[in-house]
């Protein structure tokens, strides 16, 4: 009678730790017990930024382009008699809404920003060359207001942050427009917003004499804009003081240095004596 094998043999062998490795692989890695019993205080929201656009397109366009093209945004507000919210990407997600963008030493803000988009077709250039640009329907604007508001409130966005698209990149964006009512945020305390009596008293000295290019470029890169700091009122500077403009003093904004903005600007980045 022969004696029994003391090892099994080799295809056996193999047949067995195939099996075992199938069953591992089937169950996965072993659950992580993780303690959530201690929470720290030093923490915030990664959003830092509330930027809000016009999307240039109707409603269809609207959605086509930012669930199928290359930008995306968190929310899309319809324009609709009965306006609705769409939520497109959530918002623990990077939506592609920003793009080349900066603001007071932030840069490529996708990475920290809520994206807003409005359905509004934005402007329509005229025979002289100016642009009109599409109102917002009060409907719309009430609903903005609301989810603004709910966002800025959960994430704690500071007011200098709830800006519009123009802002972050004043050199190729005009949105949200000079007919976004920014003022009404204002008076909401979600955006900074000067103070109608400082802003009559330093009108009346910058209409005695105006600030040098220079000031103004100074001026706009302390509130958070990127602007040249040549002191020559060159292209890129216009365009970044007629964001400025469309922003808080919408009614004209055509990029020149003037009094009106020459005290906007000193009301808004100087503290009040």
């Known amino acids: ?12 062998l193999a047949a067995a730790l195939a099996a075992l490795l199938l069953v591992a692989c089937a169950s996965g890695p072993p659950a992580l017990k993780i303690d959530t019993s201690h929470v720290a205080l030093g923490q915030d929201s990664r959003v830092l930024f509330l930027i809000i656009h016009f999307t240039a397109e109707n409603l269809e366009g609207s959605l086509r382009v930012l669930t199928r093209g290359p930008v995306s945004s968190h929310y899309l507000v319809s324009d609709e008699t009965v306006p609705r919210i769409y939520r497109l990407v959530d918002e623990s ?38 642009k009109r640009y599409a109102p917002y329907p009060p409907a719309q604007v009430e609903l903005v207001l609301a989810l603004a508001q709910d966002i800025i409130k959960r994430h704690g966005i500071k007011p200098e942050r709830v800006l519009g698209h123009s802002d972050i990149a004043p050199q190729r964006k005009d949105d949200p427009g ?30 005695i004499a105006l600030p040098a290019v220079a000031w103004y470029q100074a001026g706009l890169a302390k509130f958070g804009y990127k602007v040249p700091d040549s002191g020559v009122l060159d292209e890129p500077t216009r365009k970044v003081l007629a964001a400025f403009q469309m922003k808080y003093r919408p009614q004209q904004h055509d990029g020149a240095p003037d009094a009106q903005t020459a005290a906007l600007l000193h009301v808004l980045t100087t503290v009040p004596p």
């Open 178 to 207: 000079p007919q976004f009512p920014w003022q009404r945020l204002g008076a909401l305390g979600l955006i900074v917003w000067p103070d109608a009596t400082r802003l009559a008293n330093e009108r009346a000295a910058f209409e």
């Open 93 to 130: 997600q990077r939506a592609w809404h920003a793009g080349d963008s900066f603001w007071k030493g932030h840069a490529m803000l996708n990475a920290n920003s809520i994206g807003i988009e409005i359905v509004n077709p934005g402007p329509v250039r005229l025979a002289d060359g100016t």
């Open 1 to 12: 009678m022969p004696k029994p094998a003391r090892f099994a043999p080799w295809h056996r």
